[in-house]
Structure formats: structure tokens, C-alpha cells
């Protein structure tokens, strides 16, 4: 009878998901699983947890809400190390304890980072993983200088992106691709505050929270204006094509200009549920409301610039349908709150240092709780 009622409790707490919330966008992981997402040229943020473990518990819904400020830009996982066919990865990853929060900058290229901090809330995870996506966006300060940029960058032989930006810093969807395409695509980032570089460039001005994408082809210095949208999976699939200098510009272009933007449901509620969770935190990240106020101020705005997941600027408006002689600008798919980027304010100054936990007991004979190297409190998000 004994023997049952422990296999009938192993079997429950090997529902390591159960400690996550119903709704989360944390995706958990088995072997195969994690070697497909090391494959990937981006950076991912790994919690490795026990269901039984307490510490894993309370941690888990503030996780959660971290992975929900960084969808879909920094995939977030899970993995169950008291799942026997997890075991061996874990301890092939180094896992000693639980939980222990991983950070793989550039997938299986680079080496990961412990998070060695006791403070396990929702403000710090996102800060940590967003400010160590790796920097490969040259930051282009005058109108002058880009096309010297052009001019240098053309005879290294790669096409090249150019974002032409109202923002003040450079947003994370930008940070993430330059990451992704890095030896691939050379990205550059220009502020273009009130759009008077557009216009020297030959663009419109563009609206407040609009944004451009020129792409230099290889040897180029003349540029053409991505036609697509501007969004994580959007701009991917656009580079992918771009990538080898063989594509038909004009054609790879109008195919990313047709496409249409299709709402899809589950993705508008993560977009609804972002909106709340990066206003709390950016509170969480600040000492106080007044060094809150502050950032904001200094251009750190929680609200950016995103208007869905993984997006510069609002939702783009419908394809214009010819009536006649006429042209009638459709509204939007669909309305949502003024949601904005969610990196907007991950490049401000570091969260402050909170209060350790109590040193924790190990969870069992073979798991315990082990502290990494510190990292640097100053060092720039490039730098792993």
C-alpha cells in the first residue's frame, strides 16, 4: 500500500508544468527539444526546476510574468530535472540545484550564464535576459555618417539593414535580429527623432511611433525600403531570403509587401496581458516612483513603441481596396490598447540589488543550492 501511494505521489510531481501558471508562455523542454532550440542563433532564457522543489514554486509565476515581457523575442523555457529522461541533460548542463536559471546568449555558440542572484522576481529575470541579448546593431548617430557607413560596409560583401528609428534607444526586436543575423546581415540602428533624416533620405517624415527599414544590398550603397512589416517572424523570414545576395530584391520585396496582417486571438491576448505586465516591470525595476518618473523622462518609456508581440510600432493598417476611382484605407484588424515595445526601457540603468534570500538547504541528497561567479554589476550587454 505504502509503495503505491509513493509511486501515485512520484507520478504527480513529475507534472513539472503544474507549477507554472495555466496561461504561461514558458515552454518546457525534454532533450530533444533543447537541442533544437540551442540550434537557433538567439538568445533564450532556461529554468531548470524540480515540481517538488519549494523555491521552484514561488519562483515559478514570477518567471512566468518575466517570459511574458519578453515574448516572443527571448524564447523562455523550462526543464523538469525530476523527469528521468531530463536527468542527464540537466547534469550535462551543469545543474546542481534548484532552481537554476540559465541564459544562452546565442544558443549552443555561446557559453551560458548563471543567474547568481537570490532576488527571483519578474523585473529582475527580464532585465538580466534582455540586457544580455548580444550587441551586433551599430549605433549610427548623424545623418552624415550613415552614408559613410554605407560606403565602408559595402565592401565587406553582406546586405545590410538600416533602422531608422524615433526612439531613443535601440529597441530589442532590432537587438535580437542583429544577434540572430550576426556574420549574416550587418544591422545598424539611426535615431531619427522627428523624421528629418527620412526626409533626407527621400522618406516621409512618418508618424510618431513609425519606424523604416532600408536594406543595402551587397557592394550597394544605394538603399531599398523594406516594403513588409515590421515584425519578429515578418523581418526573419525577409532577411532568410536575403541572406546569400542572390534574391531578387524587387521580388523578395513585393512578396513581403502583400503580405497582410492577420490578427491571430491567442497572440492579441499576450499582447493584452503585456501591455499590464511591462508597466509592472518597469515599477520593479526602478528603487522608486521618482527614479521611475525619471527614466521616463530620459525617453526610458515601459510602453515603447510595440502595438503586438514581437512588433515595431502599432498594428499596421489593412491594404488599401480600389473602389472605382476611389481608394478606402480599411481601419486596422482590430483595436488594442496603446501597447508599445517591450524593450523600451530594458537598456535603462541597472535595477537595483535586492535583498538576498536566506541561504537555502540543498533540495535532496543530490541537489544543492550552489552560487556562480558574480557578473560584473557595470558590464555592457554585449559583453559574455
Same mark, same amino acid.
Do not use: M
Given at each position: 500500500m505504502r509503495t503505491t501511494l509513493v509511486v501515485a505521489l512520484s507520478l504527480a510531481l513529475s507534472a513539472s508544468a503544474a507549477i507554472f501558471p495555466k496561461d504561461t508562455v514558458v515552454k518546457m523542454l525534454d532533450p530533444k527539444g533543447f537541442r533544437k532550440a540551442m540550434k537557433a542563433n538567439e538568445t533564450s532564457m532556461v529554468a531548470f526546476v524540480a515540481p517538488w522543489c519549494g523555491h521552484c514554486q514561488r519562483m515559478a509565476p514570477e518567471y512566468s510574468k518575466a517570459a511574458l515581457g519578453l515574448y516572443p523575442l527571448i524564447p523562455t523555457y523550462a526543464v523538469d530535472c525530476d523527469a528521468e529522461a531530463n536527468k542527464?541533460?540537466?547534469?550535462?548542463?551543469?545543474?546542481?540545484?534548484?532552481?537554476? &536559471?540559465?541564459?544562452?546568449?546565442?544558443? /549552443?555558440?555561446?557559453?551560458?550564464?548563471?543567474?547568481? $542572484?537570490?532576488?527571483?522576481?519578474? $523585473?529582475?529575470?527580464?532585465?538580466?535576459?534582455?540586457?544580455?541579448?548580444?550587441?551586433?546593431? /551599430? /549605433?549610427?548617430?548623424?545623418?552624415?555618417? &550613415?552614408?559613410?557607413?554605407?560606403?565602408? $560596409?559595402?565592401?565587406?560583401?553582406?546586405?545590410?539593414?538600416?533602422?531608422?528609428? /524615433?526612439?531613443?534607444?535601440?529597441?530589442?526586436?532590432?537587438t535580437v535580429l542583429g544577434n540572430k543575423f550576426a556574420g549574416k546581415i550587418e544591422l545598424a540602428s539611426h535615431r531619427d527623432r522627428k523624421g528629418k533624416s527620412s526626409v533626407a533620405l527621400g522618406y516621409e517624415a512618418g508618424e510618431q511611433k513609425s519606424s523604416k527599414v532600408l536594406i543595402y544590398p551587397p557592394g550597394s550603397t544605394t538603399p531599398v525600403r523594406y516594403e513588409g512589416i515590421n515584425k519578429l517572424d515578418s523581418l526573419s523570414k525577409f532577411f532568410e531570403s536575403v541572406i546569400d545576395g542572390t534574391a531578387d530584391l524587387k521580388i523578395v520585396n513585393e512578396e513581403a509587401a502583400s503580405e497582410e496582417f492577420v490578427p491571430d486571438e491567442a497572440e492579441l491576448e499576450i499582447e493584452r496581458k503585456q501591455e499590464a505586465q511591462r508597466i509592472a516591470l518597469a515599477h520593479g525595476g526602478f528603487a522608486n516612483f521618482i527614479d521611475f518618473e525619471d527614466a521616463l523622462k530620459k525617453g526610458h518609456n515601459p510602453h515603447g513603441s510595440q502595438g503586438y508581440p514581437g512588433m515595431l510600432g502599432d498594428l499596421p493598417q489593412k491594404k488599401k481596396k480600389a473602389t472605382g476611382s476611389e481608394s478606402i484605407a480599411v481601419e486596422p484588424a482590430v483595436e488594442t490598447g496603446d501597447a508599445k515595445d517591450q524593450a523600451a526601457f530594458a537598456a535603462s540603468e541597472p535595477a537595483p540589488a535586492a535583498t538576498p534570500e536566506p541561504s537555502e538547504a540543498p533540495v535532496d541528497e543530490q541537489a544543492s543550492e550552489q552560487a556562480s561567479e558574480p557578473e560584473p554589476a557595470s558590464a555592457p550587454k554585449d559583453e559574455l
Open positions: 542527464r541533460l540537466c547534469s550535462e548542463q551543469g545543474v546542481q540545484g534548484f532552481p537554476t &536559471i540559465k541564459l544562452y546568449p546565442r544558443g /549552443k555558440q555561446l557559453n551560458p550564464l548563471t543567474y547568481d $542572484s537570490g532576488d527571483r522576481t519578474a $523585473s529582475s529575470f527580464f532585465y538580466w535576459a534582455s540586457r544580455r541579448v548580444p550587441n551586433h546593431v /551599430k /549605433k549610427i548617430g548623424q545623418l552624415n555618417d &550613415i552614408q559613410q557607413w554605407a560606403e565602408e $560596409s559595402a565592401e565587406r560583401g553582406l546586405p545590410r539593414a538600416l533602422l531608422l528609428t /524615433k526612439e531613443k534607444i535601440i529597441p530589442l526586436l532590432w
